[in-house]
């Protein structure tokens, strides 16, 4: 895997904290160089010189709100003039806000949107012409286990990564001849501070700790796909195979898992 990913440029979105973090590190780890952004521009300083200190490579924090479309082009289009040649693309950032569809605010939704979907949509449309004139590059786009089981509270959010897996897959068959990857992360409960948003109340999370994944895990695994034809990661594996099962019996798993679906 070092010898891979070593020398190679990756960007990673939402990199100040959670699974991006972890991303960033273990590329730094494989001798790669992380290219991170996230709105905390002090974290990714920090970040940075905790990475030289500990791995003795570069990396490179650059500062965006991708809920600012933008800023969002600006930070992307930056990242292209500073450097030759960019290898891979981590669209990691994202949000929840879980409530009923008749008790969310409007402007939760669109946050959703704009940061699950669009800001995704938009920095990988940013960089395609580059991988395309290198012919080459590795688009990870972080999904969820959401997109493919829909569950009470999660309606919104489970739209976006819906959307997410929807462009991955178009996505894949469009860039094959330019010999660019495309591959989709899809997860069940991470345990990082993605929960202090979307259920401020902590019960979810203390309903489903036990089942929670690893961040730094997910990272090893993520990072292990890179520049490698994986199509799909899925975890935990018992959650993907209730997805595939749910696609089958979707009326049998929904009154067979309905206490599970209500734990938000």
Known sequence: MQNRIAGKKIIITGASSGIGERIAWQIA??????????RSINKLKNQQMQIKKVCQVDSYAYQADLLNQKELVNVINQIISDHTQIHGLINNAGAAVFDYVRNMLWSDVEQMFQLNVFALMQGTKCLLPHFMQHNEGHIINVASQAGKIATPK??????????VLGFTNSLRLETTEYNIR???????????????????????QKNIERYMLNPDKVAVKVVKALFTDKREINLPGWMELGSKLYHLFPRAL?????????KK
């Not at 780890?29 to 996230?38: D, F, K, L, Q, T």
């Not at 989709?184 to 991470?190: A, C, E, I, Q, R």
């Open 182 to 204: 495309v591959t989709s992360v899809n997860l069940g409960p991470v345990n990082t501070n993605f929960f202090a948003g979307a259920d401020p109340t902590g019960d979810y």
């Open 29 to 38: 780890e494989n001798g790669g160089i992380p290219i991170m952004v996230a």
């Open 254 to 262: 929904e009154r067979l898992l309905k206490k599970q679906f209500d």
């Open 154 to 163: 999660a309606a919104v959010y489970a739209a976006t990564k819906h959307a």
